[in-house]
């Protein structure tokens, strides 16, 4: 099994910048696409910035140009910086872990973003 810790978020008005990170520990030999999902309430859950291990990034149209992901392949751990935030960033966001074929095969537990003034 693979467990995955984030942390990073809170409330940040319009404008302004957070960092999210997920460390991956557990059976994590075998994972080489990490990344975050969100969640507002009322929405489906979608898929906002994937990263792998080979270094290809994908994201969301609506957060390109403003959030990066990066991966620490030594630690395990992959970042989210979200820059030029809305308030329509508002959301839990949950990073994942999983292989090529099976890109999620584990979730975090979350981690509230609140962008208002």
């Known amino acids: 099994q693979v467990q995955l810790v984030e942390s990073g978020g809170g409330l940040v008005q319009p404008g302004g910048s957070l960092r999210l990170s997920c460390a991956a520990s557990?059976?994590?030999?075998?994972?080489?696409?990490m990344g975050w999902y969100r969640q507002a309430p009322g929405k489906q859950r979608e898929l906002v910035a994937r990263?792998?291990?080979?270094?290809?990034?994908t994201y969301a149209d609506s957060v390109k140009g403003r959030f990066t992901i990066s991966r620490d392949n030594a630690k395990n751990t992959v970042y989210l910086q979200m820059n030029s935030l809305k308030p329509e960033d508002t959301a839990v966001y949950y990073c994942?872990?999983?292989?090529?074929?099976?890109?999620?095969?584990?979730w975090g537990l979350g981690t509230q973003v609140t962008v208002s003034s």
């Open positions: 990263a792998t291990s080979g270094g290809t990034t």
């Open positions: 994942h872990a999983g292989t090529y074929a099976y890109p999620i095969i584990s």
């Open positions: 557990g059976s994590i030999y075998s994972i080489n696409v």
